[in-house]
C-alpha cells in the first residue's frame, strides 16, 4: 500500500489521516430508491459517505457507468435493484446480476478489489437493509483503503 | 395567475440554471447549513440564481419558483428537499405554470437521503448536501425539453377481492358511472367479515351489518360480479390493462380496464404451537371464537382467558394487528353481559370443540395434524370433564394482555365498559407470558401477576388466543403480477404512507382494506372509498400523459446486432425494414435495459442519458 498522493481530505476532518471514502450508489427507482427513502423516513442513521443516482431499473446502469465511476476515483460503487422475481420491468435485476458478476471479474483485472463493487437487493420497504448495506459497504471499503486510482498506483 | 404558454426552449440556448434549497422546517435546516449550500449552489457553473426556502412546497416557495423562472429568465430549475418520489410532481406542475417544460427540471434528495440519515454530522451532511447540489447542476446543464403523449383511458374498473373494502371501492366507483368488474375468489361476498358473530362499537351482527352492501353490489348495474374467480393475468400500463380472469368450470374472460382496486383482504394468524393451540381442547383464536358465537355452538363457560398479542408485536410478526384489543374487549362485555342471548347453550353444556371452522384459510397438512392430534387427544384423555355451570351463573374473563391499545373515542369508552362489568385486564410481559397446560382433565393459565410480583394460576374452561392479520397466502403472486411492492411483514406497501395513502407507486393501481395491512370494517370502508376516488381521476379525465421515457435508437450509430431486442422485457424493440432497431414507443416502458445494452452506443434514453447520468457521477468524484 502506498500512501503518496493522498486526497486531500474534507476541510474539517484536518489532522486525520483517512480521507472519506467516495461512494457512488445506483438505486432503481421503484424499489431501492423507496428503500433509501423509508431508511430516511424511519431515521434510520448511516455513514455520510455515499451520492445516490437514481435510474428507472438497475439494468439501466452500463457497465461504461461503473467503470467510469472507477476511473474517475470512486472507492466503491453499489448498484441496489429489486428482489429477483420483483422487478418492475419484470426481469431487468437478472440482468443486472449477470452484468455485475461479470464487472467484478473485469474491475480485478484493472487492479480493483472485486469487493468495491457491490450488487445488493433493497425492495420499497427494506429501510433497514438499506442503512444495513450502506454501514456495512462504508466498512469494506474503509477497509480496503482508497482506490488505487485515487492512491495514485495506476 | 394565467396559464403561461410553454416557452420553446432551444436546446443550443445556454442553460440558465435556478436552485432552490428547502429547509423543509427544521426537517433539513436542522441537519444541513441550508444558507449556506444555497450559496455554495451559486458558485456552481450554469447557476445563474440560487436561494433558500423555508417550505420550498408551500405557495410562497412555488411563488419565488415562478418569479425566478420570469426575473431571471431560468430554462432550468433545481429543487433540493425531499423526495421525487411525492414531490416531483408538484415542481413539475409550478414550472410549467411558469411556461418551463417539465423535463427542465431536476430533484435533489436531501432530506430522506441526507438530512434524516446524517443527524448527528451537520457538517458531513452540509457536505453531502453540497455534493448532491452539484450532482443535480450537472444534470440540470444536459436536460432537453420533452413532449408527453397522450394516452386514452379505457374507462372501466377492476376491483379485486368482495369483502366489505372490495365492494365499497366497487360500488362508489358504479356510482360515479363506471362500469366495474369485481372479482372474488370465493362463491358470495362478504369477505372475511362473514366469520364474524357482531361488530364493536354497534354491537349488531355481522351479517347483518353487510347485508345492504351486498345487495347493492348485486343490484347496480354497473357492477360485473365474477365470482368464484381469480385474476390469472395482468398485462398492459394505466388507462390500457388487458385482463384475463378464469373462473371455476368456466372458460378464461378476457377484458380491457382503466385502473385497478386491490382489495384482496387478509388472514389471521394461525397460533400452531403457541399456548396449547391443537394440543389441548378448548383453545380457540378470535376469530374461530367468533364462528362459534354465531353458530350458538360455544361450550357452557365459567372461566374464561383471552391471551392478547398472541404471535405479534414481535414474536411471530413484528406489528400491532390494531384490532384484535377491540375485539377481545368486544367479546369479554358479550360473554359476561350477554351470556344467556349469545349462547343459548344450556343444552350444549361440556361440548368440545373439534370442527374448526376456519377450514379454507388453514393449509391442507395443518389440518391433518390438527385432526390427528384432535384424535389422539380424545383417545387418550377422554372429553373434558363436564362442567356443571348454568348461564345465570357468574363468569370469569380474563384478558392478559401486554397494553390495551383501546385507541380513539369509542373504543376506550368500551374498555372502560368492560372494566366496569367486571372483566379483568391481567398485563403480562413479553419474558414471562401466561402458560396454558392442563392437570388433569382442567384447563389451567398459570401467569406472573406483574402488580403482585407472584405466581398464579387459574382453572379455566377456554382460552381465546388473539392473533394478528397476516396477508393472504397468494400476496407474493399477486404483487408479481401487478408489479406493485410488499412491504417486510408481506402487506402491499402504498406509495407513500401519509400523503399517497392509496395509491401504489405503479399508476392506475390503488390499495385498499385489510391487504396492506390490519384494518377494521370502519377504516377498511373508508380506504375503499379513498381508492375508488383515486381510480376514477385519469378514468373521469379520459387520458393520462405518458411520460416521456422511452429508448431513442440513433441510425446511424445503429449495427442492427439485434441485442436491444433480445434484452428487452416488453418487446419493444423491432427491426425497420433497413434492418436497424426501432422503438415501439407505446409498448416501451424506460426500462433502459437496451440502453445499457447496445454496444455501439445507439439508444438514448430520453431524459435518462447516459451524459447525464456520467454528468452526475462526474460531478461528486471530480475534486473539489
Request: net charge neutral; aromatic share 6%.
Amino acid at each position: 500500500m502506498s500512501s503518496e498522493a493522498q486526497p486531500q481530505t474534507t476541510a474539517h476532518a484536518t489532522g486525520v489521516k483517512e480521507p472519506d471514502p467516495k461512494i457512488l450508489v445506483f438505486c432503481c427507482n421503484w424499489c431501492s430508491y423507496a428503500g433509501a427513502d423509508l431508511a430516511g423516513v424511519s431515521r434510520l442513521q448511516m455513514p455520510p459517505y455515499f451520492r445516490t443516482i437514481r435510474v428507472m431499473c438497475s439494468a439501466r446502469v452500463d457497465p461504461e457507468f461503473v467503470l467510469r465511476a472507477f476511473q474517475r476515483g470512486a472507492d466503491g460503487v453499489l448498484v441496489a435493484g429489486c428482489h429477483p422475481a420483483d422487478c418492475h420491468y419484470i426481469g431487468g435485476n437478472y440482468r443486472t446480476r449477470r452484468r455485475i458478476a461479470l464487472l467484478k471479474m473485469l474491475i480485478q483485472q484493472f487492479g480493483f478489489d472485486p469487493d468495491r463493487l457491490r450488487l445488493e437487493w433493497v425492495s420499497a420497504g427494506e429501510g433497514e437493509k438499506f442503512q444495513k448495506t450502506i454501514i456495512e459497504f462504508t466498512n469494506t471499503i474503509k477497509e480496503l483503503g482508497p482506490s488505487p486510482m485515487a492512491r495514485g498506483d495506476e | 395567475m394565467t396559464m403561461a404558454e410553454t416557452k420553446k426552449t432551444d436546446p443550443n440556448e445556454k442553460p440558465r440554471i435556478g436552485v432552490y434549497v428547502c429547509h423543509c422546517g427544521s426537517n433539513i435546516g436542522g441537519f444541513v447549513d441550508v444558507p449556506s449550500v444555497a450559496e455554495y449552489a451559486k458558485t456552481l457553473p450554469d447557476v445563474v440564481y440560487a436561494t433558500d426556502n423555508l417550505y420550498t412546497c408551500a405557495e410562497d416557495g412555488l411563488t419565488s419558483i415562478r418569479e425566478g423562472i420570469r426575473k431571471h429568465n431560468l430554462n432550468r430549475v433545481v429543487v433540493a428537499s425531499c423526495t421525487p418520489r411525492t414531490h416531483a410532481p408538484l415542481f413539475q406542475t409550478t414550472c410549467e405554470s411558469a411556461g418551463l417544460n417539465k423535463y427542465l427540471f431536476t430533484f435533489v434528495n436531501i432530506r430522506e437521503h441526507c438530512s434524516w440519515v446524517h443527524m448527528k454530522e451537520k457538517e458531513k451532511a452540509t457536505l453531502k448536501a453540497r455534493d448532491l447540489i452539484k450532482m443535480g447542476v450537472a444534470r440540470a446543464r444536459l436536460l432537453m425539453p420533452q413532449e408527453e403523449e397522450k394516452v386514452d383511458v379505457e374507462p372501466t374498473g377492476l376491483v379485486i377481492g368482495g369483502g366489505v373494502s372490495g365492494m365499497t371501492a366497487a360500488l362508489s366507483l358504479a356510482d360515479m358511472g363506471f362500469p366495474v368488474h369485481l372479482v372474488e375468489k370465493e362463491g358470495e361476498l362478504g369477505g372475511f367479515v362473514r366469520n364474524l358473530n357482531n361488530l364493536y362499537v354497534t354491537e349488531k351482527s355481522a351479517t347483518e351489518t353487510i347485508k345492504p352492501l351486498i345487495e347493492k353490489v348485486k343490484a347496480s348495474k354497473n357492477v360485473k360480479l365474477h365470482l368464484n374467480s381469480q385474476v390469472k393475468s395482468v398485462e398492459g400500463f394505466i388507462g390500457n390493462y388487458d385482463v384475463v380472469m378464469a373462473s371455476k368450470g368456466a372458460e378464461d374472460i378476457k377484458t380491457k380496464v382503466g385502473t385497478i382496486v386491490v382489495a384482496t383482504g387478509a388472514l389471521e394468524f394461525v397460533p400452531e404451537g403457541l399456548y396449547g393451540y391443537n394440543q389441548y381442547p378448548n383453545i380457540v383464536t378470535l376469530t374461530e371464537f367468533e364462528i362459534l358465537c354465531k353458530k350458538k355452538s360455544l361450550p357452557s363457560l365459567k372461566n374464561v382467558a383471552f391471551i392478547q398479542c398472541v404471535g405479534s408485536r414481535g414474536q411471530k410478526v413484528s406489528y400491532c394487528s390494531r384490532i384484535c384489543c377491540n375485539v377481545a374487549i368486544k367479546n369479554a362485555i358479550n360473554i359476561v353481559d350477554n351470556y344467556e342471548n349469545m349462547l343459548g347453550l344450556a343444552e350444549k353444556n361440556g361440548t368440545i370443540i373439534d370442527t374448526v371452522p376456519v377450514e379454507k384459510k388453514v393449509p391442507d397438512e395443518i389440518l391433518e395434524r390438527r385432526r390427528r392430534r384432535r384424535g389422539r387427544e380424545r383417545g387418550e384423555e377422554g372429553e373434558a370433564e363436564e362442567v356443571k355451570l348454568g348461564p345465570s351463573e357468574k363468569i370469569e374473563v380474563t384478558v392478559f394482555n401486554r397494553d390495551v391499545m383501546a385507541y380513539g373515542v369509542e373504543h376506550e369508552l368500551t374498555y372502560n365498559k368492560a372494566r366496569e362489568h367486571r372483566v379483568k385486564f391481567v398485563r403480562y410481559t413479553p419474558e414471562n407470558p401466561p402458560k396454558v397446560f392442563m392437570e388433569g382433565n382442567q384447563l389451567m393459565v398459570s401467569y406472573f401477576h406483574e402488580t403482585l410480583k407472584l405466581d398464579r394460576s387459574m382453572p379455566v374452561d377456554m382460552v381465546v388466543l388473539s392473533t394478528p392479520m397476516v396477508p393472504q397466502l397468494d400476496t407474493r403472486e399477486m404483487s408479481q403480477m401487478l408489479k406493485v411492492p410488499q412491504g417486510q411483514d408481506g402487506w402491499f406497501l402504498e406509495a407513500h404512507v401519509k400523503l399517497r395513502p392509496v395509491d401504489f407507486a405503479t399508476d392506475g393501481i390503488y390499495v385498499c382494506g385489510t391487504c396492506k395491512g390490519p384494518a377494521d370494517i370502519t377504516e377498511a370502508a373508508t380506504q375503499a372509498a379513498a381508492a375508488a376516488s383515486r381510480a376514477a381521476i385519469p378514468m373521469a379525465k379520459g387520458y393520462v400523459q405518458a411520460e416521456a421515457l422511452t429508448s431513442v435508437v440513433d441510425d446511424i450509430k445503429c449495427s442492427g446486432c439485434g441485442t436491444c431486442i433480445q434484452v428487452c422485457p416488453y418487446g419493444a424493440m423491432r427491426k425497420n425494414d433497413k434492418g436497424l432497431a426501432e422503438t415501439i414507443v407505446a409498448a416501451c416502458k424506460g426500462c433502459g435495459c437496451c440502453g445499457a445494452t447496445c454496444p455501439e452506443m445507439a439508444i438514448t434514453m430520453t431524459n435518462y442519458t447516459d451524459a447525464q447520468l456520467l454528468a452526475e457521477a462526474k460531478a461528486t468524484l471530480e475534486e473539489v
